[in-house]
Protein backbone atom coordinates (compact mmCIF):
# COMPACT_ATOMS: atom_id res chain seq x y z
CA UNK A 1 0.00 0.00 0.00
CA UNK A 2 1.54 3.77 -0.69
CA UNK A 3 1.89 5.95 2.11
CA UNK A 4 -0.32 8.48 1.33
CA UNK A 5 -3.13 5.62 0.04
CA UNK A 6 -2.67 4.46 3.59
CA UNK A 7 -3.31 7.56 5.47
CA UNK A 8 -6.43 8.55 2.88
CA UNK A 9 -7.96 4.96 3.49
CA UNK A 10 -7.90 4.38 7.76
CA UNK A 11 -10.55 4.55 9.76
CA UNK A 12 -11.86 3.24 12.76
CA UNK A 13 -14.50 0.48 12.42
CA UNK A 14 -17.12 0.44 14.94
CA UNK A 15 -16.82 -2.96 16.23
CA UNK A 16 -13.80 -4.93 16.26
CA UNK A 17 -13.76 -8.59 15.66
CA UNK A 18 -12.02 -12.26 15.75
CA UNK A 19 -9.06 -12.92 14.62
CA UNK A 20 -6.57 -10.98 17.34
CA UNK A 21 -3.51 -9.95 15.48
CA UNK A 22 -0.59 -12.42 15.26
CA UNK A 23 2.45 -12.12 17.18
CA UNK A 24 4.37 -11.19 14.01
CA UNK A 25 1.73 -8.67 13.15
CA UNK A 26 1.91 -6.88 16.35
CA UNK A 27 6.15 -7.06 16.28
CA UNK A 28 5.79 -5.14 12.57
CA UNK A 29 3.52 -2.27 14.31
CA UNK A 30 6.53 -2.50 17.23
CA UNK A 31 9.27 -2.05 14.63
CA UNK A 32 6.82 0.55 13.23
CA UNK A 33 6.80 2.51 16.30
CA UNK A 34 10.46 2.71 17.04
CA UNK A 35 10.95 4.66 13.95
CA UNK A 36 9.27 7.82 15.55
CA UNK A 37 11.05 10.97 15.41
CA UNK A 38 12.59 11.05 19.14
CA UNK A 39 15.51 13.26 19.21
CA UNK A 40 16.54 12.65 22.69
CA UNK A 41 16.46 8.79 21.52
CA UNK A 42 14.17 8.62 25.42
CA UNK A 43 12.02 5.95 23.31
CA UNK A 44 9.16 8.03 25.75
CA UNK A 45 6.55 5.08 24.83
CA UNK A 46 5.43 1.72 26.06
CA UNK A 47 2.70 -1.01 24.33
CA UNK A 48 1.14 -3.28 26.69
CA UNK A 49 -0.38 -6.24 25.00
CA UNK A 50 -3.17 -7.44 26.46
CA UNK A 51 -4.70 -10.42 25.35
CA UNK A 52 -7.71 -12.23 25.37
CA UNK A 53 -7.12 -13.79 28.77
CA UNK A 54 -5.74 -10.67 30.08
CA UNK A 55 -8.86 -8.32 29.02
CA UNK A 56 -10.93 -9.67 32.38
CA UNK A 57 -8.42 -7.97 34.91
CA UNK A 58 -7.85 -5.02 32.43
CA UNK A 59 -11.61 -4.26 32.94
CA UNK A 60 -11.02 -4.55 36.27
CA UNK A 61 -8.40 -2.04 36.74
CA UNK A 62 -10.71 0.27 34.22
CA UNK A 63 -13.89 0.30 36.36
CA UNK A 64 -11.62 0.40 39.98
CA UNK A 65 -10.02 4.05 38.04
CA UNK A 66 -13.64 5.11 37.08
CA UNK A 67 -14.70 4.90 40.77
CA UNK A 68 -11.89 6.30 41.85
CA UNK A 69 -12.76 9.32 39.81
CA UNK A 70 -15.78 9.37 39.84
CA UNK A 71 -16.54 7.95 43.45
CA UNK A 72 -20.55 8.50 42.66
CA UNK A 73 -20.47 5.94 39.77
CA UNK A 74 -23.05 3.46 39.80
CA UNK A 75 -22.99 -0.24 38.90
CA UNK A 76 -23.77 0.24 35.80
CA UNK A 77 -21.67 2.82 34.64
CA UNK A 78 -18.84 0.68 36.30
CA UNK A 79 -20.10 -2.63 34.33
CA UNK A 80 -20.17 -0.29 30.99
CA UNK A 81 -16.26 0.92 32.03
CA UNK A 82 -15.11 -2.98 32.77
CA UNK A 83 -17.01 -4.50 29.49
CA UNK A 84 -14.70 -1.82 27.71
CA UNK A 85 -12.17 -4.42 27.95
CA UNK A 86 -13.92 -6.86 25.95
CA UNK A 87 -14.51 -4.86 22.78
CA UNK A 88 -11.66 -6.08 20.64
CA UNK A 89 -10.15 -9.60 21.03
CA UNK A 90 -6.49 -7.88 21.67
CA UNK A 91 -5.81 -4.51 23.44
CA UNK A 92 -2.84 -2.20 22.99
CA UNK A 93 -2.57 -0.18 25.49
CA UNK A 94 -0.20 3.53 24.64
CA UNK A 95 1.69 4.67 27.38
CA UNK A 96 3.38 7.72 27.39
CA UNK A 97 6.26 8.01 29.73
CA UNK A 98 7.45 11.15 30.30
CA UNK A 99 10.21 12.06 32.32
CA UNK A 100 8.98 15.56 33.40
CA UNK A 101 12.86 16.70 34.61
CA UNK A 102 14.29 16.05 31.71
CA UNK A 103 17.64 18.63 31.33
CA UNK A 104 17.52 18.82 27.45
CA UNK A 105 14.02 17.40 26.01
CA UNK A 106 10.87 19.01 27.06
CA UNK A 107 7.67 17.35 28.16
CA UNK A 108 5.93 18.27 25.31
CA UNK A 109 8.13 16.70 23.02
CA UNK A 110 8.20 13.84 24.97
CA UNK A 111 4.51 13.77 24.55
CA UNK A 112 4.55 13.96 20.97
CA UNK A 113 7.06 11.55 20.45
CA UNK A 114 5.03 9.12 22.19
CA UNK A 115 2.17 9.89 19.59
CA UNK A 116 3.79 9.58 16.87
CA UNK A 117 5.34 6.48 17.93
CA UNK A 118 1.64 5.61 18.47
CA UNK A 119 0.65 7.00 14.88
CA UNK A 120 3.32 4.62 13.26
CA UNK A 121 1.86 1.71 15.45
CA UNK A 122 -1.65 2.38 14.02
CA UNK A 123 -0.15 3.08 10.26
CA UNK A 124 1.14 -0.43 10.24
CA UNK A 125 -1.64 -2.14 11.51
CA UNK A 126 -3.80 -0.56 8.96
CA UNK A 127 -0.75 -1.36 5.88
CA UNK A 128 -1.59 -4.83 7.12
CA UNK A 129 -5.37 -4.52 7.34
CA UNK A 130 -5.92 -5.18 10.69
CA UNK A 131 -8.54 -3.31 12.39
CA UNK A 132 -7.90 -1.07 14.96
CA UNK A 133 -9.61 2.15 17.18
CA UNK A 134 -7.93 4.56 19.30
CA UNK A 135 -9.64 4.96 22.80
CA UNK A 136 -9.36 6.55 25.73
CA UNK A 137 -10.12 5.20 29.57
CA UNK A 138 -10.23 6.58 33.08
CA UNK A 139 -7.72 4.46 33.94
CA UNK A 140 -5.29 6.94 32.17
CA UNK A 141 -5.96 9.48 34.97
CA UNK A 142 -5.33 7.37 37.83
CA UNK A 143 -2.50 4.75 37.45
CA UNK A 144 0.07 5.72 40.11
CA UNK A 145 3.65 6.05 38.34
Given amino acids: MEALE???SRRSPNKLAEPAPS????????AAAVRAPDHGKLKPWRFIVIDSEARSAFGDVMARCLKRQQPDAN?????????KAFRAPTIV?????IQPQHPKIPEVEQLLAAGAA???FRSEEHTSELQSRFGISYAVFCLKK
Avoid: C, F, H, S
Fill in 75 to 83: DEMLKRELE
Fill in 118 to 120: TQN
Fill in 6 to 8: NLM
Fill in 23 to 30: KAALDNAM
Fill in 93 to 97: VAVAR
